[in-house]
């Protein structure tokens, strides 16, 4: 598909990974709004972006939902970025916690996407980018929620995708390592950069990839094939 002259919505795009796909975007000639809930922070990232345009949404609330599909009707690339992770043990998590990352991590995107559908079956070409994580794929023990709300997304965009096939719609997923972001500032190793990441991204996205493996993701996708027992055992071991 085309790679310019779109209004592309990045929900979690005043940092991270958010804002490197919207920098991205903005760079080759897209409309570009952030979404996200600090204004501060959405302010500073869109003054970077001459003509980025921003709104202040909590996404996993139904009426924020409709007040950016009423804001932005031209919406032709939906990115799905905005994620939360707690630290919580399952054991020791609330219910309130553990709903809420599911709320934001799975259902947000998948009623922004329903929300959106219809409007993007109006272009003649428009896409989906739902940022899952490596996670979505092997777990890790550390992060039971977390992980299952990504492989849930996973799931959902493999089966959307499949569903329109042959349309004007294409879903995209990208499938990142360890990002050097606010979520995983002090927890980690061997980070890429939310930059590196935009590279790889964008390479994808121009050749029509639809599952986007991005950095050591691509080598966990091999040996999960040659050694599933080993590749668990790897991402058992604590961060």
Not at 49 to 54: C, I, L, R, S, T
Not at 90 to 96: I, K, P
Not at 170 to 197: C, D, H, N, Y
Not at 198 to 218: S, Y
């Amino acid at each position: 598909m085309r790679t310019t002259q779109h209004t592309v919505l990045v929900t979690g795009g005043a940092t991270g990974i958010g804002l490197a796909l919207a920098e991205r975007f903005h760079r080759h000639g897209n409309r570009v709004v952030l979404v996200g809930r600090t204004e501060s922070a959405l302010a500073s990232a869109a003054s970077t972006m001459p003509g980025a345009e921003f709104m202040v949404a909590d996404v996993a609330k139904a009426h924020d939902r409709m007040r950016l599909v009423q804001a932005y009707p031209r919406v032709s690339v939906l990115v799905n970025n905005a994620a939360v992770r707690f630290e919580t043990p399952f054991d020791q998590a609330s219910a309130a916690e553990l709903a809420h990352e599911l709320e934001v991590n799975f259902l947000a995107p998948v009623l922004l996407c329903g929300a959106y559908l219809p409007l993007l079956e109006q272009h003649s070409e428009a896409a989906i980018v739902n940022v899952t994580s490596g996670l979505a794929l092997w777990p890790r023990e550390v992060a039971a929620m977390y992980c299952a709300s990504k492989a849930a997304l996973h799931s959902f965009s493999k089966s959307l995708r499949w569903q329109l096939q042959g349309t004007n719609v294409r879903v995209f997923e990208v499938l990142p390592p360890v990002v050097e972001t606010p979520m995983t500032r002090g927890r980690g190793k061997g980070k890429i950069s939310p930059a590196q990441l935009a590279d790889e991204f964008w390479a994808d996205f121009q050749a029509d990839r639809f599952e986007m493996l991005i950095g050591k993701t691509k080598l966990l996708h091999w040996l999960r094939r040659l050694s599933p027992a080993l590749t668990d055992r790897i991402m058992r071991v604590q961060p």
